[in-house]
């Protein structure tokens, strides 16, 4: 299942956070990307799993966004994703992939003094080399369009992925969560 069934969704990248993720009990140093895309459309709200659109948007034609919703954290239980990054939206080929990243945060927000939701989806993958740095590094505070897809599995096979619900979880969760 891929995070956005559209290819080339424009995303501001906001912040670079370097960490590190446990792997088969090895630490391993990781990248996690705070991705924006402000003013979502409802069409765009439509091409994600689960019931996102029905949640920020009145079911109109126009997909007019929900008023008494400020913020909402949504729990889309997508596998880890294979990003493809172009520099324009009507780039042919990929300037650079980003392989096995996992999605660990959707928000939707609506900023002090706006009508429109705000999308934040927050990727984390590495171990990442000097090019992949630099082109991330080169993505901060400006605007690149990305194509999601489902990642092949087997490379974190046995790993307790966010995708994967735990054994507590009902079979059928809900989508999303307001606050």
């Known amino acids: 299942m891929q995070l956005f069934s559209v290819p080339k969704v424009g995303f501001f990248l906001d912040a670079i956070t370097h960490g590190t993720e446990t792997r088969n009990g090895d630490e391993v140093k990781i990248v996690t990307l705070?991705?924006?895309?402000?003013?979502?459309?409802?069409?765009?709200?439509?091409?994600?799993?689960?019931?996102?659109?029905?949640?920020?948007?009145?079911?109109?034609?126009?997909?007019?966004?929900?008023?008494?919703?400020?913020?909402?954290?949504?729990?889309?239980?997508?596998?880890?994703?294979?990003?493809?990054?172009?520099?324009?939206?009507?780039?042919?080929?990929?300037?650079?992939?980003?392989?096995?990243?996992?999605?660990?945060?959707?928000?939707?927000?609506?900023?002090?003094?706006?009508?429109?939701?705000?999308?934040?989806?927050?990727?984390?993958?590495?171990?990442?080399?000097?090019?992949?740095?630099?082109?991330?590094?080169a993505w901060r505070l400006g605007q690149r369009w990305v194509t999601f897809y489902a990642a092949e599995a087997g490379l974190f096979d046995g790993e307790d992925d966010a995708a994967a619900p735990a054994a507590s979880e009902p079979d059928d969760p809900l989508p999303f969560a307001t606050h």
Not at 43 to 50: E, F, N, T, V
Not at 59 to 77: D, M, Y
Request: proline share 8%; hydrophobic share 40%; charged share 25%.
């Open 34 to 137: 705070t991705l924006r895309v402000p003013n979502m459309p409802a069409q765009l709200a439509s091409a994600m799993p689960g019931p996102v659109r029905l949640a920020l948007f009145k079911s109109t034609e126009g997909g007019t966004p929900r008023a008494h919703l400020k913020r909402v954290e949504f729990k889309l239980g997508v596998p880890r994703q294979e990003l493809e990054v172009y520099a324009s939206s009507d780039t042919e080929d990929p300037s650079i992939n980003f392989d096995q990243a996992k999605v660990v945060g959707t928000v939707a927000r609506v900023d002090k003094d706006d009508t429109n939701w705000t999308l934040l989806v927050k990727v984390s993958f590495g171990p990442v080399d000097k090019t992949e740095l630099e082109y991330i590094e």
